[in-house]
């Protein structure tokens, strides 16, 4: 683990800490995932109203959260993570499975959560040291996303520059169980393709 990853770790453990940290499509904020503050501070960064947030995990907690995943959702997740896939799941269980909870911020509607594990190294890296932590693309609303860094004037607490990111495109959003592609994002035709499946998720 870098200095600077563990400078920012340490940073998300002050209440209301946001970050800004690469993914392996875009630039992101980020604060720990229990953490209502951060998940608000976020939405006045963005200048937008509250909205669910992505929740990113590490291959620790993404093995330990098995148990609390529909079927579906373990197919998806052992086919396609770490990666571009985001699997909308019932909260519940993640909430009880995780350690620090999950902020009410986080849930969707019909009191879902949104679960990724990035494939970026340093995400990966960060989440680690850090726990779960929220993600959303590090922009005003209304304005495209962040690949590089120069110049940005968001106000946040760490930031973990890589360079240019490549662009990409966003990650596949699947409501699981039932079965439904909310956004095509990058992995949409393998994911399509492993809904058609009889017994996938079974």
Not at 177 to 197: D, T
């Amino acid at each position: 683990m870098t200095p600077s990853v563990q400078a920012a770790a340490a940073a998300l453990q002050r209440p209301g800490a946001v970050i800004l940290y690469p993914t392996e499509t875009v630039y992101g904020l980020g604060g720990r995932a229990g953490d209502s503050a951060a998940c608000r501070r976020i939405a006045a960064i963005k200048d937008r109203p509250m909205q669910p947030l992505i929740v990113l995990l590490d291959q620790a907690r993404a093995e330990a959260l098995q148990v609390a995943l529909p079927p579906l959702a373990r197919a998806l997740a052992a086919r396609f993570w770490p990666g571009p896939l985001t699997l909308i799941v019932p909260a519940a269980p993640v909430a009880a499975a995780l350690a620090g909870g999950l902020a009410p911020e986080l849930l969707g509607p019909e009191q879902t959560v949104s679960l990724r594990w990035s494939g970026h190294p340093v995400a990966d890296a960060l989440v680690e040291a850090a726990g779960p932590i929220t993600s959303t693309s590090a922009n005003r609303h209304g304005e495209p996303p962040l690949l590089a860094l120069d110049g940005h004037a968001l106000a946040v607490d760490a930031v973990l520059d890589v360079g240019p990111l490549a662009p990409a495109q966003p990650s596949t959003l699947v409501l699981c169980p039932q079965r439904r592609v909310l956004r095509a994002g990058a992995l949409a035709a393998q994911v399509e393709a492993l809904l058609a499946e009889p017994r996938a998720g079974a």
